[in-house]
């Protein structure tokens, strides 16, 4: 979201990821201090996000709407957005989006997948479309039409598959019954890696090493000719000749493309929209050879306050507890996540319990898990079992299976959280959950 070509918020990936047919969530900003005397402008960037992009490894088993491994939710993005004023004479006003706020395709990001990438085109870019003055059309090199009512979007229904089999389904705007604000902190950039390296294992093809795997983007810096295409490629390690490995990816692409301005300015740019496990940067199309500060990893989490500390005489116990943190920093990415480089990224329930113990050791996880096991309530099975993942866009395994750990993991999460912070307000709001899951065990099993 933009005000006066400003973003007004440092979080990335906004508004989050929930069952957005059943629930979707807002983010609040104080936009007072932004606002000066004269003409606003108001202005959003609306990508696929985890509503209509690919989800998990759906293109890999051909889940999802015509096996396509994306839009289980929706065909076409949405956005909902109100600015509240209150005047100094304590009467209040209501802007909203409505037909008379204007939309363009021209932009110049031309894919933004979470998982695929994200492709810039500086060449399109028009960094005043969020100003004042870009209300007249004699300044505005953009082609642009009255936004489209999302409910009037039309109907669009669809064959939609997973391991239950075929369904008919809509893909069309359904507006979601419930609106919460999010409850997580943000996700963020909370470091910055210096690049430490750089090599040329084949020529056109160059290596820059990070010196950590981490979960994130980069922040590339170049000079270049207009129309110049640099593609950069994500990796965590290297194959013996120096080349990047990309096999464990799967189907993710994990590549982003930035074709070059070429003003003769130097250009930078910061992919928005998407995210890489990585430590290893390729990039090809290069006219000159790139520095060190040509590239900078940029480390993306939810902001979470990490308190404890570790160090001891042993080298490889100080890092074992690094790489500890560095993976829970890499994979508590909207929920807690299984892996963040290749196509899956999904809050594994088994994943999540394993590691809650460690995770609420090393950093306050309080309302990091409160919006996590809100997805875990909603996807709950009527039977009151705890599906394997959540949010929970596609059935996993056959019909009926909850796997000992996985489904178990909305007891033992919201248990180790009030035994860590002795707060027991996840417990008594879970409550009810938490009694179906039991009664549904003693069900499955009167034994127990």
């Known amino acids: 979201m933009y005000l006066n070509g400003h973003e007004v918020s440092d979080g990335y990936m906004l508004p989050g990821w929930s069952d957005y047919k059943r629930r979707a969530y807002y983010q609040a900003v104080d936009l007072t201090d932004q606002l000066k005397p004269g003409n606003h402008c108001l202005g959003a960037i609306v990508t696929e996000g985890w509503y209509a992009g690919y989800v998990g490894y759906g293109l890999l088993v051909g889940y999802g709407p015509y096996r396509s491994g994306k839009n289980f939710y929706g065909k076409t993005p949405a956005l909902r957005s109100q600015l509240n004023i209150l005047y100094q004479d304590g009467t209040t006003e209501i802007i909203s989006t409505d037909t008379a706020w204007q939309q363009t395709a021209d932009g110049p990001i031309r894919e933004a997948d979470i998982i695929m990438g994200e492709r810039f085109e500086a060449q ?69 890696l210096p690049a430490q390296s750089i090599t040329t294992p084949k020529p056109g093809i160059t290596i820059v090493d990070l010196g950590q795997n981490f979960a994130g983007v980069v922040r590339l810096k170049i000079q270049g000719s207009a129309g110049q295409q ?55 199309g290069l006219q000159d050879e790139p520095k060190l500060e040509s590239i900078t990893g940029l480390v993306l989490s939810n902001d979470l306050e990490y308190e404890s500390t570790f160090e001891c005489s042993d080298p490889v116990m100080n890092r074992f507890w690094q790489n500890a943190v560095w993976s829970q920093k890499a994979n508590f990415i909207e929920m807690p996540t299984d892996c963040p480089q290749r196509d899956e990224r999904l809050g594994w329930m088994g994943d999540a319990q394993a590691f809650v113990r460690t995770a609420s050791y090393n950093a306050n996880i309080a309302a990091f898990f409160t919006k996590w096991l809100d997805d875990v309530v909603e996807a709950q099975d009527p039977s009151g079992a705890y599906v394997d993942y959540a949010p929970y866009p596609m059935a996993h395994g056959g019909s009926g299976t909850h796997g000992t750990a996985w489904t ?16 027991r307000r996840l417990i008594e709001t879970l409550w009810p959950s938490m009694m179906r899951f039991m009664n549904w065990r003693r069900t499955d099993d009167p034994q127990i």
């Open 124 to 192: 399109r870019d028009w960094p005043d479309w969020c100003l004042p003055s870009a209300i007249q059309k004699t300044k505005n090199p953009w082609q642009w039409s009255p936004a489209v009512l999302a409910a009037q979007n039309g109907s669009l229904p669809a064959k939609y598959f997973d391991s239950l089999g075929e369904k008919q389904i809509e893909l069309g705007f359904q507006d979601p019954p419930v609106m919460q604000a999010y409850p997580a902190p943000p996700i963020r950039v909370v470091a910055e």
């Open 230 to 284: 640099v593609r950069l490629r994500y990796g965590e390690m290297l194959h013996s000749d120096g080349t990047l490995m990309t096999e464990n990816l799967r189907r993710a692409r994990a590549t982003d493309y930035y074709v070059c301005r070429g003003d003769g300015s130097a250009e930078t740019w910061i992919p928005q929209f998407t995210y890489h496990g990585f430590r290893y940067v390729e990039l090809t």
């Open 408 to 423: 178990d993991a909305g007891i033992i999460c919201p248990w180790t959280i009030w035994k860590v912070y002795g707060d």
